[in-house]
């Protein structure tokens, strides 16, 4: 499990547990976790994507 799947899970039990104790600033905290690790894996796919191509490149010369 990546961190930024870690962060999903957390964000989210952190959203639920807002919502379960109409605490509105945890549940706010908890979406904010899961959109900053949506970000990362974004981030992640992104980097991946370019060292795939950067290395298909490679292969070419």
Same mark, same amino acid.
């Given at each position: 499990?990546? $961190?930024?799947?870690?962060? $999903?899970? *957390?964000?989210?039990? *952190? %959203?639920?547990?807002? @919502?379960?104790?109409?605490?509105?600033?945890? %549940?706010? %905290?908890? *979406?904010? =976790?899961?959109? @900053?690790?949506?970000?990362?894996?974004?981030?992640? $796919?992104?980097?991946? $994507?370019?060292?795939?191509?950067? =290395?298909?490149?490679? =292969? @070419?010369?």
């Amino acid at each position: 499990m990546g $961190k930024s799947s870690m962060d $999903k899970a *957390k964000g989210k039990a *952190k %959203e639920m547990a807002g @919502k379960a104790t109409g605490n509105e600033r945890v %549940e706010a %905290e908890g *979406k904010t =976790d899961q959109a @900053k690790a949506n970000v990362r894996e974004a981030a992640e $796919k992104a980097r991946g $994507k370019a060292a795939g191509a950067r =290395d298909s490149l490679r =292969d @070419k010369h």
